[in-house]
């Protein structure tokens, strides 16, 4: 694998050779840095630290600025580990841009989903509701109805499907189809949807054959 980290633009469309109308994400991918190089014989382990998006200098710390210093760079927003993904070597202070990704690779991206705050059933869960007001219905249409607990257990098991927070997860969308790559530009399409708001940093990782 090979990774990058990246900045959703937006949704778009494009036309493929049939004529069909496909919808695709946008997303600024790199430049990234490499701010730090983990080895087996020095952290146990073999990853690579990139760094993405120009940060203020008034809004780094000291430590930020110790940090970024060694790769030669100004401190940056994101910062992700990489763990295992790159076949090349790379060193400290080195440039991964877009041009890692190729038209027809397949990748996997990370984000967090947007976050829709508390829910309720009928949306969290997709429960069909109670449908016509019958028998007295007035209030109970979104209602999720019984628990099912009785005398045994006496409790509502873990897991059931009850209201609550939606959203904000961190997850991952695999095998989206890379359909054009703009270097000039640092952008990069992909075949549908990925996770998170306009603006939310995401993780890309090409698959290798």
Same mark, same amino acid.
């Given at each position: 694998m090979a990774g990058i980290i990246g900045k959703k633009i937006g949704m778009t469309s494009v036309f493929s050779v049939e004529g069909k109308n496909i919808p695709c994400t946008v997303i600024e991918a790199g430049p990234?840095?490499?701010?730090?190089?983990?080895t087996v014989?020095? =952290?146990?382990?073999?990853?690579?630290?990139?760094? +993405? =998006?120009?940060?203020?200098?008034?809004?780094a710390n000291k430590?930020? +600025?110790?940090?970024?210093?060694?790769?030669?760079?100004?401190?940056k927003r994101k910062v992700v580990e990489f763990k295992d993904t790159f076949r090349e070597h790379f060193n400290l202070g080195d440039v991964i841009n877009v041009e890692i990704f190729s038209?027809? =690779?397949?990748?996997d991206v990370e984000g967090v989903s947007k976050?829709?705050?508390?829910?309720?059933?009928? @949306? @969290?869960?997709?429960?069909g509701g109670v449908g016509d007001r019958t028998h007295g219905q007035h209030n109970r249409l979104r209602a999720p109805g019984s628990l099912g607990a009785s005398s045994w257990p006496s409790r509502v098991m873990k897991g059931l499907r009850m209201a609550g927070r939606m959203g904000g997860e961190r997850m991952t969308i695999e095998n989206l189809l890379v359909?054009?790559?703009?270097?000039?530009?640092?952008?990069?399409?992909?075949?549908?949807?990925?996770?998170?708001a306009k603006g939310s940093?995401?993780?890309? @990782?090409?698959?290798?054959?």
């Open positions: 990234c840095v490499v701010s730090q190089v983990k014989e020095k =952290d146990g382990y073999h990853a690579l630290q990139l760094s +993405f =998006d120009e940060k203020k200098e008034k809004s430590a930020e +600025f110790g940090h970024f210093k060694k790769a030669g760079t100004t401190p038209v027809n =690779d397949y990748v976050g829709k705050g508390f829910q309720g059933v009928v @949306r @969290r869960h997709g429960f359909l054009k790559v703009i270097p000039e530009q640092n952008l990069i399409v992909l075949k549908g949807s990925v996770p998170g940093y995401i993780s890309i @990782r090409k698959q290798w054959n």
